[in-house]
């Protein structure tokens, strides 16, 4: 055991606290696994957590006093940047609208029952380091690599429904098979997950993006109808033909774009993900030919909405939906001049490396022997351009100055003067840099009143 386990037992033996803790959940899984360690614990007490929670406290151990929660038997501390969560032993019922339990205290047997599996309620004595496997099957799973559920499957989903996204994810990311009758359960209740918030359900997503194999983890949620109630936009993708330049689905070639992409980043794996979500809405087959039109602008609106939904931020959430309206703009750029490769940095900003990564993933993804732009050599261009015109992507002046020159206050009609510099920056009308052209722009501008007029 850590030392941070061995201090708490010392704190409980000099306070004659007799109640027994044990360690659970992932914290015993991951130590029996080999895997690091998160560094939360998670303490189950058949006793007084609360008490459990406040020896610790009183003993100086923390900075901070626990947060208590007692109707559900919690206490929570941070020590030395740990998370560490006490619970008492608990037996938990539902009501069929609700995932939130009613509790009552319990033995450790029934705690680990209630669990969602049973690599998941594993405990560890804190007091003699046993292992205490008391579903009986907790620890055969964990060697075995099988994913079961303590309970009937169906019975511990309709509890609580968010465990269907956590089967999905603890599987993908142990690489572990699922125990027999599993899967049918998830199929069975998979409208249920209709009760979860949707900031629950972003959550496990982000996790499921973020870990070993999000393709997996994505198809996996299709193919047991998860995806369908949370983000039927995406179910919407199975199926959908594309044409000569494809050869499987807008699905499948959605897989494997997240799969060519190889990436742990949010953004550029939820881009992946959305890059295609307009096609369904606007396939047309045009003389023979399957076609797709707008399907970029289109699916920048769909992931916009369903990003959302489901509560990312807003900054995401447009970061992702810019991605997704560009992934096809490279396709114009391979003989492109420089002013259109100023606008791509520029309208790109931070995010220019995901698009070129995304779209070299979707390119890959394409039927093998068609032709596919080179992207790298067009992300060459771009690098050589920024390198050689650094003061291509702003103002060759300030908004300080351009009020000097116009006598405007500081307010939008300043702004428009600046962007209208940029612009002309970015269509090579303006040399970067040249303050006298651009000071002469601006009075022009202003004059004419096409630009910068001062509001009454």
């Known amino acids: 055991m850590d030392p941070l386990t061995l201090r708490l037992v010392e704190v409980w033996d000099r306070a004659d606290f007799r109640d027994r803790a044990c360690l659970v959940g992932g914290a015993v899984r991951d130590r029996l696994l080999g895997r690091p360690d998160s560094g939360d614990l998670d303490i189950v007490v058949e006793g007084d957590a609360l008490r459990a929670a406040d020896l610790i406290w009183q003993a100086g151990l923390a900075a901070e006093p626990p947060q208590v929660y007692p109707r559900f038997g919690t206490a929570m501390l941070m020590i030395d940047g740990r998370q560490i969560e006490f619970a008492w032993a608990r037996a938990e019922s539902y009501d069929p609208e609700s995932r939130k339990p009613d509790t009552r205290p319990a033995d450790l047997a029934a705690d680990a029952r209630r669990r969602d599996f049973t690599i998941n309620s594993l405990m560890q004595d804190l007091r003699t380091g046993e292992v205490l496997d008391l579903t009986g099957s907790g620890l055969a799973d964990l060697r075995e690599g099988i994913l079961r559920t303590p309970l009937d499957p169906a019975q511990t989903f309709r509890d609580d429904p968010l465990r269907m996204l956590r089967a999905v994810r603890f599987r993908v990311r142990f690489g572990f098979r699922h125990a027999e009758g599993l899967p049918e359960a998830l199929a069975q209740e998979a409208d249920r997950l209709r009760i979860v918030s949707a900031e629950r359900v972003q959550a496990e997503l982000v996790k499921m ?174 690098a050589d351009l920024k390198a050689v015109e650094p003061s291509a992507y702003e103002s060759p002046i300030s908004g300080r100055r351009i009020m000097e020159l116009t006598g405007l206050p500081p307010g939008p009609a300043v702004g428009s003067l600046k962007q209208a510099l940029l612009s002309a920056v970015l269509d090579g009308e303006l040399a970067p840099g040249d303050e006298a052209a651009a000071e002469s722009l601006v009075m022009e501008l202003h004059r004419a009143g096409r630009v910068g007029r001062k509001e009454d």
């Open 209 to 382: 993006l973020t870990g070993p194999d999000p393709a997996e983890a994505m198809d996996e949620l299709m193919r047991h109808g998860l995806l369908a109630v949370f983000a039927p936009e995406l179910a919407a993708m199975k199926g959908v033909e594309q044409g000569k330049w494809h050869h499987l689905d807008v699905w499948d070639h959605t897989l494997l774009v997240l799969r060519n992409a190889a990436s742990g980043d949010l953004i550029l794996n939820l881009a992946c993900l959305l890059h295609d979500v307009g096609k369904p809405a606007t396939r047309k087959v045009i003389e023979g030919e399957t076609r797709f039109l707008g399907h970029e602008t289109v699916g920048g609106e769909i992931a916009g909405d369903l990003l959302l939904r489901l509560r990312f931020s807003t900054d995401l959430t447009e970061r992702v939906a810019r991605l997704v309206r560009a992934h096809m703009r490279l396709g114009t750029l391979e003989a492109a001049g420089r002013p259109a490769l100023r606008r791509l940095v520029r309208d790109l900003g931070e995010d220019l490396d995901r698009l070129f990564a995304l779209v070299q993933a979707d390119v890959s993804a394409l039927r093998p022997g068609v032709r596919v732009m080179d992207v790298e050599a067009i992300r060459a261009r771009v």
